[in-house]
């Protein structure tokens, strides 16, 4: 069965740093598609960045950069040069072609929180 | 702008009274979701229309029903409502399904609903 896990359930970063968010995903379907998405506090779900699985090279988007390291299952959100407006909820999901369909599984998520 | 709609923003009920959610795209995509996302957990997929073909989650109460009359428009129904369904309902739309990064689905800004 299809799994995606993030072990951070909250991560604080000083304005202006880096900040990794670690995403671990289980699947035996060899084409799957990941995504990152950012919930601020207004409930809304906005898209931020996709890997695919094929894909021979780590998606940018920005100042979000996504570390894919396919042996280890593994697919970070990198973000650079935090701002104040970075602070919301962050959710790792995934596709898969097996079940027809666009279905994401989304991770429990990581509460991001900037400090100035 | 194109977007996902979503009416009301924040719904009250009362235990057991059938209530409705609206969504509306402008986007014209062919697939639309609807989520239910309770506090602190990931969203949780309910069921999607392709088009009009309807396609249920397994594991989704017969207490949740949805329309979908036109490409634009789709209601999420829950019959009889019960405190557990206390959640935050996101409406979501694809292009197309699929793994692709180009089928990344778009959210609306949900719909919270309290059952009294």
């Known amino acids: 069965a299809q799994k995606i896990t993030q072990t951070q359930p909250g991560m604080f970063v000083q304005e202006k740093e880096a900040v990794t968010l670690d995403c671990t995903y289980d699947t035996s379907d060899p084409s799957y598609g990941l995504f990152w998405y950012k919930q601020p506090s207004s409930g809304e779900m906005i898209f931020l960045i996709y890997q695919g699985s094929y894909d021979q090279q780590n998606a940018t988007e920005g100042r979000y950069s996504l570390n894919f390291q396919k042996a280890r299952k593994s697919a970070n959100l990198v973000i650079s040069a935090s701002q104040l407006g970075d602070s919301a909820m962050y959710f790792c999901?995934?596709?898969?072609?097996?079940?027809?369909?666009?279905?994401?599984?989304f991770g429990t998520g990581t509460r991001l929180t900037v400090i100035p | 702008d194109a977007m996902v709609i979503q009416n009301p923003r924040y719904q009250v009920t009362q235990f057991g009274k059938p209530v409705t959610l609206s969504c509306s795209q402008t986007l014209n995509h062919n697939v639309m979701y609807w989520y239910q996302q309770k506090s602190s957990q990931a969203p949780k997929l309910l069921f999607h229309?392709?088009?009009?073909?309807f396609n249920n989650e397994a594991d989704t109460p017969d207490n949740f029903q949805s329309r979908r009359p036109n490409t634009s428009f789709c209601f999420l129904d829950i019959r009889s409502p019960g405190l557990g369904d206390a959640a935050m309902y996101l409406c979501a739309t694809s292009r197309e399904w699929g793994t692709g990064g180009e089928n990344e689905q778009f959210f609306g800004p949900g719909t919270r609903l309290t059952v009294l």
């Open positions: 999901a995934m596709s898969l072609d097996q079940t027809g369909a666009n279905n994401l599984f």
């Open positions: 229309y392709y088009d009009k073909d």
